[in-house]
């Protein structure tokens, strides 16, 4: 039976709508035209927090811990969610989005989304987990900075619940150094959790195009990479693409698994 997250290509906006729907947009209508240029299935996902209670109110307004100053200079509404969503599936892609809250479970099922990416950060909160699976959505689970045997957790928890998912190989560095990747644990997962599709979400510098060929002859069959857009006041960090550089990743995952695909099941003599 096929899987909506077999082949899928995962363009993640995170933060880089930097607070401006209109910016959020024009990053979706990129990503869109390398999907219909590459003719793949691709998603855009967004981030949900509820930040009036995701945000201890001590750290509130503080601009010494960086991620807070980054959330609250780019928060979105609910509505500016909505609009953004409605976009990603007018250009035909799939929304997905990673609740890091109850909150964000229930926006994502108020906007039909089918499918729920769990963050590496967030794949063994329990209640967290539990309101997730409870939606019989697709869950997509990444797993940085998590053990075998956290893993190991998470595929029972996630099992004995008839949960559909797959899990994303994934190194929690920003950004990723190459001899950090550990590709070889894509052939770990695949061995490990037999009948789970296994992908592969990277950090690596934007203009490295060899470690996603590698993780897709590995077996890699979801591929996910931060993307945004750069303008003259906006710069990307150092881990994100921009639609150039997402281009040439699409296009290096699928000259792979050209260069890997066994033709009719047999060697051609």
């Known amino acids: 039976m096929s899987s909506i997250f077999e082949d899928l290509f995962i363009f993640e906006m995170a933060n880089s709508h930097q607070g401006s729907v ?14 219909r240029l590459c ?14 209670s995701f ?20 928060r979105l ?23 890091f809250d109850e909150t964000g479970v229930e926006w994502c099922m108020s906007q039909g989304l089918p499918v729920i990416k769990i963050a590496s950060c967030s794949a063994v909160d329990w209640p967290l987990m539990e309101e997730a699976a409870k939606t ?27 949960c559909e998912f797959a899990l994303m190989h994934c190194i929690a560095e920003y950004p990723a150094a190459e001899e950090r990747i550990q590709l070889d644990f894509i052939d770990r997962m695949k061995k ?5 599709l296994i992908g592969y979400s990277g ?9 996603p060929m590698l993780a897709a002859a590995k077996g890699a069959r979801i591929f996910e990479r931060h993307v945004g857009m750069e303008t003259d006041t906006i710069k990307l960090n150092a881990y994100s693409m921009n639609p ?15 260069i890997c695909v066994l033709k009719k099941k047999r060697k051609s003599i």
């Open 55 to 74: 945000i201890h109110s001590s750290y509130k307004g503080r601009t010494d811990v960086k991620n807070i100053s980054r959330f609250e200079s780019t």
């Open 203 to 211: 950090h690596e510098k934007p203009d490295d195009y060899t470690v």
């Open 136 to 162: 019989h959505k697709p869950l997509l689970v990444s797993t940085g900075g998590k053990s075998i045997t956290d893993i190991d957790k998470i595929y029972n928890f996630l099992t004995h619940r008839g």
């Open 22 to 35: 209109e910016h959020g947009t024009a990053i979706i209508k990129e990503m869109a035209k390398i999907c």
């Open 77 to 99: 509404k609910k509505e500016d969610f909505d609009n953004l969503v409605e976009t990603i599936r007018e250009e035909g892609m799939i929304p997905i989005s990673t609740p």
């Open 192 to 196: 490990r959790y037999h009948g789970i």
């Open 39 to 52: 003719n793949i299935k691709g998603a855009v996902k967004l981030q949900y927090r509820e930040l009036d």
């Open 244 to 258: 150039k550089q997402a281009e040439a990743w699409v296009r290096a995952v699928l000259r792979a698994k050209e």
